[in-house]
C-alpha cells in the first residue's frame, strides 16, 4: 500500500488508470517538463549560462568577422543569410587560444602529469580550465551519422605520433554530441596517439537525430574538492530552453587501458588547465555554427557540505518505504512514492543558504531517473534550482549544483525514469552548502 497527500490522490487514480488502459498513454503522462535547466541568466548572445562568468575570466564569442580573430584557429567560416556561419571542411578543428598563449610557446609547455598536479596548468594560469563552452550547430550532410560533434579542453595542440612531450599536450575532458541519435557521453583523453589514451563513459539519453536543425550543444568542466565535475546540456528545439542529459563526476577510477606516457596514472584526473580548447567533428561535409562561446565559469565548487535534516515527508509513500528512509544514512533503505510528478521534500528545520543537492537512487546502477529539484524558503512558495536526469551508472548520490540561495525546503519531484514503471525511489536525499 502507498499513501498520499489529500491534494494528489484523484490525480494518481487517474495516472493509474491511464496505465492500465495503454502504454502509450502512460508514456505520454510520464514525459518530463521541458524546462531549463536551471538557467542563472543570459549571456551576451542571449543564451542561457549555467554557471555564472568568473569575475575577472576571460569570455570568447564568435565575432561577426571570424577571420580577423588571431585567438581562433580552424577553416575559413562563410555567414549564411539566417547569420549563421557554414563550415565545408569535413574534419574540422576550430581551436581557440586562451588570451596569453601563441603558438610559439608550444615548446615551453608543461607535459610530465605529475608536474601538472602541482602547478595546475600547461601555459600559465589563463589557461582554459573551469570553463562553459557552448554552440548552436547545424548538421546538413556527413558521411557517417555515427559520428559526433566535441566540444573539449584542458589541454594544447591534439597532434602526433605518440612520442612525448607532443603526445602529452593532448590531454582533455572531451563532451561528445553523436549525429544519429543526439546521444550524449563523455571522454577522458590522457594522452593523444590516435585512439590511445582515451576512457569513454557510455552514450546517454538518446533522442532525434541533430541533423537538419540547429541544436545547442554545451560542455562544462570545473574542478571540485573531489575531482572534475563535467556536465552536458542539450538545447533541441533551439529556444534557448536548456536540459541537462549528461554528468560524470571523475574522481580516480575512471581508467585508459594503456599505460600512461605521461609520467600520470590510468585513471588520472585532469585537474589542469590548458591553452586550447575546441569545437570538434569529422565526416560531416556541411555544418552551420552560431553562437559559438567559452566562458571561465565560476560555479562554486566547494559546494559540498552536507546540511543537517530536521524531517523529511512525501506527495505518496509506501508503508514499507516512508520519507524518513531517504535521510537516515542508510542506501539500502529507500523512498518510494507512486506517480509520475511524486515528490520527497526534506525540511532543513530553519533557513540556510545551499548551492547544491545529492541524490541515490534505488536501483541506480541499471536505470536513469529524471527529476527537478526545487527550494522554498516557506514551504509554500518554491523555486525550480535544477532539473535534469541521473547517469544510471552508480548507486551513490549523484551531486548537482546551482548558484546558492536561502532556503529551509528542498523538494526532490521525480518525472521518470528508464523502465517507465511509475515509482520513485530515492535511497538518499541531501543538501549542500558550501
Same mark, same amino acid.
Given at each position: 500500500?502507498?499513501?498520499?497527500?489529500?491534494?494528489?490522490?484523484?490525480?494518481?487514480?487517474?495516472?493509474?488508470a491511464?496505465?492500465l488502459?495503454?502504454?502509450t498513454a502512460?508514456?505520454a503522462?510520464?514525459?518530463?517538463p521541458?524546462?531549463?535547466?536551471?538557467?542563472?541568466?543570459?549571456?551576451?548572445?542571449g543564451?542561457?549560462?549555467?554557471y555564472p562568468t568568473?569575475?575577472?575570466?576571460?569570455?570568447?564569442?564568435?565575432?561577426?568577422?571570424?577571420a580577423?580573430?588571431?585567438?581562433?584557429?580552424?577553416?575559413?567560416?562563410r555567414?549564411?543569410?539566417?547569420?549563421? !556561419?557554414?563550415?565545408?571542411?569535413? #574534419? /574540422?578543428?576550430? =581551436? @581557440?587560444?586562451?588570451? *596569453? +598563449?601563441?603558438?610559439?610557446?608550444e615548446?615551453?609547455?608543461?607535459?610530465?602529469?605529475?608536474?601538472?598536479?602541482?602547478?595546475?596548468y600547461?601555459?600559465?594560469?589563463?589557461?582554459?580550465?573551469?570553463?562553459?563552452?557552448?554552440?548552436?550547430?547545424?548538421?546538413?550532410?556527413?558521411?557517417d551519422?555515427?559520428?559526433?560533434?566535441?566540444?573539449?579542453?584542458?589541454g594544447?595542440?591534439?597532434?602526433?605520433?605518440?612520442?612525448?612531450?607532443e603526445t602529452c599536450?593532448?590531454?582533455?575532458?572531451?563532451?561528445?554530441?553523436?549525429?544519429?541519435d543526439?546521444?550524449?557521453?563523455?571522454?577522458k583523453?590522457?594522452?593523444?596517439?590516435?585512439?590511445d589514451?582515451?576512457a569513454?563513459?557510455p552514450?546517454?539519453?538518446?533522442?532525434?537525430?541533430v541533423?537538419?536543425?540547429?541544436?545547442g !550543444?554545451k560542455?562544462?568542466m570545473? #574542478? /571540485?574538492?573531489? =575531482? @572534475?565535475?563535467?556536465? *552536458? +546540456?542539450?538545447?533541441?528545439?533551439?529556444?534557448?530552453?536548456w536540459t541537462q542529459?549528461?554528468?560524470?563526476?571523475?574522481?580516480g577510477?575512471w581508467?585508459?587501458?594503456?599505460?600512461?606516457?605521461?609520467?600520470?596514472?590510468?585513471?588520472?584526473?585532469?585537474?589542469?588547465?590548458?591553452?586550447?580548447a575546441?569545437?570538434?567533428w569529422?565526416?560531416?561535409?556541411?555544418?552551420?555554427?552560431?553562437?559559438?562561446s567559452?566562458?571561465?565559469?565560476?560555479?562554486?565548487?566547494?559546494?559540498?557540505?552536507?546540511?543537517?535534516v530536521?524531517?523529511?515527508?512525501?506527495?505518496?509513500?509506501?508503508d514499507?518505504?516512508?520519507?524518513?528512509?531517504?535521510?537516515?544514512?542508510?542506501?539500502s533503505?529507500?523512498?518510494?512514492?507512486?506517480?509520475?510528478?511524486a515528490?520527497?521534500?526534506?525540511?532543513?528545520?530553519?533557513?540556510?543558504?545551499?548551492?547544491?543537492?545529492?541524490?541515490?537512487?534505488?536501483?541506480?546502477?541499471?536505470?536513469?531517473?529524471?527529476?527537478?529539484?526545487y527550494?522554498?524558503?516557506d514551504?509554500?512558495?518554491?523555486?525550480?534550482?535544477?532539473?535534469?536526469?541521473?547517469?544510471?551508472?552508480?548507486?551513490q548520490?549523484?551531486?548537482?549544483?546551482?548558484?546558492?540561495?536561502?532556503?529551509r525546503?528542498?523538494k526532490?519531484?521525480?518525472?521518470?525514469?528508464?523502465?517507465a514503471?511509475?515509482?520513485a525511489?530515492i535511497?538518499e536525499?541531501?543538501?549542500?552548502s558550501?
Amino acid at each position: 500500500m502507498f499513501k498520499t497527500a489529500p491534494g494528489l490522490a484523484r490525480a494518481l487514480l487517474a495516472m493509474t488508470a491511464l496505465a492500465l488502459l495503454a502504454s502509450t498513454a502512460l508514456i505520454a503522462v510520464a514525459a518530463r517538463p521541458a524546462a531549463a535547466a536551471g538557467p542563472i541568466g543570459n549571456d551576451a548572445d542571449g543564451i542561457a549560462m549555467m554557471y555564472p562568468t568568473k569575475a575577472g575570466g576571460q569570455v570568447w564569442r564568435l565575432g561577426s568577422n571570424p577571420a580577423g580573430d588571431s585567438r581562433l584557429d580552424g577553416p575559413a567560416l562563410r555567414r549564411n543569410s539566417d547569420g549563421t !556561419f557554414k563550415v565545408t571542411e569535413a #574534419n /574540422t578543428r576550430l =581551436g @581557440v587560444l586562451s588570451a *596569453t +598563449y601563441d603558438h610559439g610557446d608550444e615548446n615551453s609547455l608543461v607535459w610530465s602529469q605529475p608536474t601538472l598536479r602541482k602547478v595546475g596548468y600547461q601555459h600559465d594560469a589563463s589557461d582554459w580550465r573551469d570553463v562553459e563552452i557552448t554552440g548552436y550547430v547545424r548538421l546538413n550532410t556527413t558521411s557517417d551519422a555515427d559520428q559526433e560533434f566535441t566540444w573539449y579542453a584542458r589541454g594544447a595542440r591534439h597532434t602526433g605520433s605518440g612520442a612525448t612531450p607532443e603526445t602529452c599536450w593532448g590531454t582533455a575532458y572531451k563532451a561528445n554530441l553523436r549525429f544519429r541519435d543526439g546521444a550524449t557521453r563523455w571522454q577522458k583523453e590522457l594522452f593523444h596517439d590516435g585512439g590511445d589514451g582515451y576512457a569513454s563513459r557510455p552514450w546517454q539519453n538518446a533522442g532525434a537525430s541533430v541533423q537538419g536543425r540547429l541544436v545547442g !550543444f554545451k560542455a562544462v568542466m570545473f #574542478n /571540485t574538492a573531489a =575531482g @572534475v565535475r563535467l556536465e *552536458t +546540456y542539450l538545447d533541441r528545439n533551439n529556444t534557448n530552453t536548456w536540459t541537462q542529459v549528461a554528468s560524470y563526476d571523475d574522481q580516480g577510477g575512471w581508467a585508459i587501458a594503456q599505460d600512461n606516457r605521461c609520467g600520470g596514472t590510468r585513471d588520472e584526473v585532469v585537474r589542469w588547465g590548458g591553452p586550447i580548447a575546441t569545437f570538434r567533428w569529422d565526416l560531416a561535409q556541411d555544418v552551420d555554427v552560431t553562437r559559438l562561446s567559452i566562458r571561465e565559469i565560476n560555479p562554486g565548487a566547494t559546494c559540498n557540505r552536507v546540511q543537517p535534516v530536521v524531517s523529511a515527508s512525501a506527495s505518496t509513500y509506501e508503508d514499507v518505504n516512508p520519507p524518513r528512509n531517504a535521510v537516515d544514512g542508510n542506501l539500502s533503505t529507500r523512498w518510494s512514492g507512486y506517480g509520475y510528478g511524486a515528490y520527497l521534500t526534506v525540511d532543513l528545520g530553519t533557513q540556510r543558504t545551499i548551492c547544491g543537492a545529492g541524490v541515490a537512487w534505488h536501483r541506480g546502477d541499471v536505470r536513469w531517473n529524471d527529476y527537478t529539484i526545487y527550494t522554498s524558503v516557506d514551504g509554500v512558495t518554491y523555486t525550480k534550482a535544477w532539473e535534469g536526469r541521473s547517469s544510471g551508472t552508480t548507486l551513490q548520490a549523484e551531486v548537482t549544483t546551482f548558484p546558492g540561495r536561502s532556503a529551509r525546503y528542498v523538494k526532490y519531484a521525480w518525472w521518470n525514469n528508464a523502465e517507465a514503471n511509475g515509482w520513485a525511489s530515492i535511497t538518499e536525499a541531501t543538501a549542500l552548502s558550501a
